[in-house]
């Protein structure tokens, strides 16, 4: 089947089997690895990227179902000049991440949180609805809240400007 | 790279981390592998007739397709029939004895032992095509009885290889003592603990990729902790010298343990590699990693300590019925960790710990972050407290008379242990005094006479363990290259799964040095690049690797200033090293930059091989919980994990690893266990969502503290670091629980603590001994 997927701003026209789903043509199709598989059942959350400005598992979504919509990956976190993203500073001065297997996963599920309504930090319940979403091994989540945090701070020093 | 605190960042969150599957091999097949779904039966039939039709199967084969093959049948002559999965008797892990007439092959033939194994396999242009293959093959097995623990298995009433008993091994630690000692002990307990299977579930499954070089040779990618094991046993098995094989660890997520073996799947993708001269590669995904990928811990104890009437322990003694799994692999000899450190930090002068690892229809067991010495400690701890209780000690205080004096190292241990160094007390009252130890207890004594108030418990936790591999295995080779930039490559045998050893490792060699941390990089997860090495396991790195490249400085420096003593015709004694420079050492003059040196005297370079003593590292665990007796519900609402690993490279490092530690000891302890039926096969229909790994939700308030007792063993002083909170933690928290619990059983406490097993314990301490009894009953089923 015959898609257009916009990703990271970027058109791919693609013949697409129906039942794959998002997070393999991705990775295989446009070549953007930075997507992982952790579970292939929803659960995990590492191949959670942005569909249309909201979060979604990239495994239990197919990719015909994307025809046509905008897709934001962690390929395209950092501006084009090639500064990275708050929350990828924020990330590494908190030690949010060892393997790196599961960041992508958590960096998408946090800049769709923030980027939607960056005042998510200052409400706990909120914040930890969201570091709960995904699945970590190495961190322990600590580091991954306060990365989260720091970098809701500069979220918020800057809508001040 | 200011912007990035660790190296390794850059690409791990831009995107550009290059893991086995996102490696890109044109003409690559993937496979599949069709799985038993019983856990013991006759095999009767395995068709892969039709998965052959299936659009884009190249290949679908069953064990009996691969062997009894004719020897020219295939297009690499030289390979016969699929090999089985290597014996490893590394580190007295295993023996001749255990392995001896029982083979594990890397599909089953004739017989399945656990649920999950492979049968056969397919290989397809991607993985839903193999999938789709994998679907069409027919699998007939009558089933044969299962035994699933080790209660079950060690009465042979049900055998895994016929003729041969299922108790694959036996060993023991100590000297047996006498009746007389337990006779007259002024205090006696007795206990019995499950430390429960578990799944070390790195969020990255296993991965290899196998590719035929054009020159004949086998390139492997795999995330792996060991590649140069994956080497040698490969070349083994495949009938090639072992330089005609190059293993690449790239990036790796996660592996606790679980990755160092030549796996069953891995022994088939190389095989077929090289019979269809084309790569292949295996990405499993989570549902196989839940049935066929290793377990952890597994082991049923008994136990009995005792002391005189001040609380001196006299003895220990620790049986242990360990859980193998279906081959016997590492997992035969693996519980003799948990009986070489049976004696733990305490000066019991009598210790006598023994093994007997029985085979079971489960997947095979394995080191999994802590591997032998968590069993070691928990038994251990909650015993402790058992005794402080029987005794009307307080727990911390029983300790602290028992904890052996930071004056008295090396210490020799009554299991055969020799502790390098240590400060346990100072690690306890840390612990203590972080907590707020005598504050919780007011509040304990404030809700006990509260009828309305949950109850609360405090819980200790001390531990030793022991890092840097075993006697054989406690060496690595490294080396160091000076280039005429003014750069120095960095090479070790180390193989990082997420420790960050791209940051510290350059780190330590430029302090050591005293040159720029950014002129010094780092090469490892090579067999080619370093042609020499063992791998990241038994938390060795740091210790091991760190150490070698430390002795690598050295010898680097040595060979330089030998250099400049040539070229300046002087002794060498006169050429001193200071912050990447050689001068004169009595006037300073002549100084020359180490890039100078190797652009007139030619190529700077060291190799080595460095060996490192045992190293012990310790720490003291507490943990403050409240129960709701009703709910059976645990809320854990302080943890102090207090670590030792001597010298740390990074602490911030050490710290993270020390955290997520931590948090595995909490999912062993509250969360973590894997179901089975009666029939042998684990309970898992939903997944990931039936296997409880810590989620954000679960972490209590956890603060991580360190002391630094610098290790004699390498002139570096670092130990271990990362397995800790395995270690450490979940005897803390059941300790904590117990202690707000005070059940009249403390046997029915037995990991994971579910509401399910809180509720009960508590339960029966409520109605008595004849309730206790019913839930005792069920709790041994």
Redesign the interface.
Known sequence: MKIILTVNGERHALDV?P??VLA?VL??DC???????????G??G?CTVLVDGEAVRACLMLAVQCDGRSVR???G??APDGE?HPL??A???E?A????????GF?MVAVGALEADPTIADDPERM?GL??SN???????????RAIMRAAAEYASHARL | ME????R??RR????????V??L?VPGCLDAAFVRSGVAHGIVREVDCAAAREVPGVVGAWSAADLSGLPACAHAAARLRDLPPVPRTLLARLSSEEAVAGREWPALAKDRVRYAGEAVAVVVAA?R?RAEDGAAEVTVRIDPLPAVVTPAQAADDSVTLFDGLSNTAFTGEAGEPIEETVWQEADAVVEARYRQQLLMP????CRTILAVPEEDGRLSVWSGHQMPYRLRRELAALLDLPVDRIRVVVP????A?GSKSATFPEFVTVAYLALTLGRPVRWIE???ESMTAATRGRGQDQRIRLAADADGRLLAYELRIDADVGAYPHLGVGLPMQTAWMATGPYTTPRVHATVRSVLTNTMVTYPYRGAGRPEATIALERSMDLLARRLGLDPAELRRRNLIPAGSFPYRTPTGRCYDSGDYATALDLALTTIGYDTWREEQGRRRADPDALPLGIGLSCYVERSGGEPGGLHDFAGLEAHEDGTITARCGAAP????HETTFPALVARTLGVEEARVHLVEGDTDAQPDGLGSFASRSAQVDGAALHHACALLIGLARERAAELWRTPVEEVEWSDGTLRLARDGSSAMELAELVKGTGPLRVDDRFESGMGFPFGAHAAVVEVDPELGAVRVLRLVAVDDCGIALDP??V???A??S???GIGQALYEGIPYGDDGVPLLAD???DYL?????E?PP?EVKETRTPSPVTPLGAKGAGESGCIGTPAAIVNAVADALQPADPDLLQMPLTPDVVWRAARAQEHGAQEHGASKAEEAR
């Open positions: 089997e039942r794959r393999d990775r295989e070549r953007l690895t930075g997507t992982h598989l952790g579970c292939e059942q659960v995990c590492s990956t962690v390929e976190l950092s990275p990828q500073r990330f590494s001065a030690h991440l060892q393997c790196g297997f599961c960041t992508a960096l930890d570091v709960e699945l970590c091994r190495c961190t322990g989540y600590e580091p991954i809240r | 912007q990035w605190t660790r390794e960042d791990l969150l831009t995107g550009h981390g290059r893991y599957a996102d890109e991607d839903y579930a790195p969020m990255e990036d790796t997520g996660g606790f995904d989570r549902m799964s997420g420790q960050s911030a490092v710290r993270g690893q955290f997520g931590a948090v595995q997944g990931l969502l790994l810590p989620t954000a939700a972490i956890i």
